[in-house]
């Protein structure tokens, strides 16, 4: 819990100004998607019905072709955002909103690999079975401070001092990302099947969808801006005892 304290001093030291970032380029991109674009289809609710997974298959595909640019779209400014949002916090240079913003358009490539490298383990580790997912989450925590921090690093080396960083605390910083996951998740577990109840022809209310799309953005904009916040601290800690 000493990391989820220092990561809120943290936060609240700068909290305007990470908020003013946050509010324009992480949660309204991805609650316009959530509002503008069309859901993904559903699972088919029969399990070994061939012609229904074809069917869904094909409703998949169509789907990412109108709506997959927006999402991107989406994360790439959200990815901007917290870019922004860690170059404030990080960087040598002492830059303000606005330095920050170009600092992180300019090296953005730089920031998009390293997104990836991020994505792929951790993506696959909560697919497979959650808790690996977190861990290496945890342990790459503090890649993206020590990219905004050090604008010689590459996304690789990036990768490679986050995991020096998180070897001797790895546990607690995985108690950390634990804890948040697990109070988004609380948070958001009720609201997937009531946006989807709520968009059958039915029952479709658009003032009632608008509110739990600003609640699944808000919760998701919240733990991304967490992690972020708790990575500055390992990232801190590290850089001041020598490593």
Known sequence: MNLLANAWRVFRRDAD?????????IFLPALAVQLLCDPLPALPTERG???????WINAVSAWGNSNAFFYVLADLIGMIGLATIALLLLSPDRLTVIGSLGAAVRRLWRFVLL????????????????????????????????????????????????????????????????????????????????????RQPEHENPFLIA???????AATTIYNIAILMVGTVVYRRGVNSGM
């Not at 100004?17 to 946050?22: E, P, Q, S, V």
């Not at 019905?49 to 069917?55: L, V």
């Not at 960083?165 to 634990?178: F, M, S």
């Open 17 to 25: 100004l990470i908020l003013r970032i946050a509010g324009p380029l």
């Open 211 to 217: 509110m739990v799309a600003i609640l699944l953005t």
């Open 115 to 198: 997104n990836l490298l991020i994505a792929i383990p951790v993506g696959l580790g909560l697919w497979l079975f959650v808790f690996p997912g977190l861990y290496f989450q945890a342990r790459l925590i503090a890649a993206l401070p020590a990219l905004a921090a050090a604008p010689e690093l590459s996304a690789a080396r990036a990768i490679g001092r986050s995991w020096r960083l998180t070897a001797k605390p790895a546990w607690a910083i995985l108690g950390a990302v634990v804890s948040l996951f697990l109070a988004q998740w609380i948070i958001v577990r009720p609201l997937f099947p009531l946006d989807t109840w709520l």
């Open 49 to 55: 019905d061939e012609a229904a997974m074809e069917q």
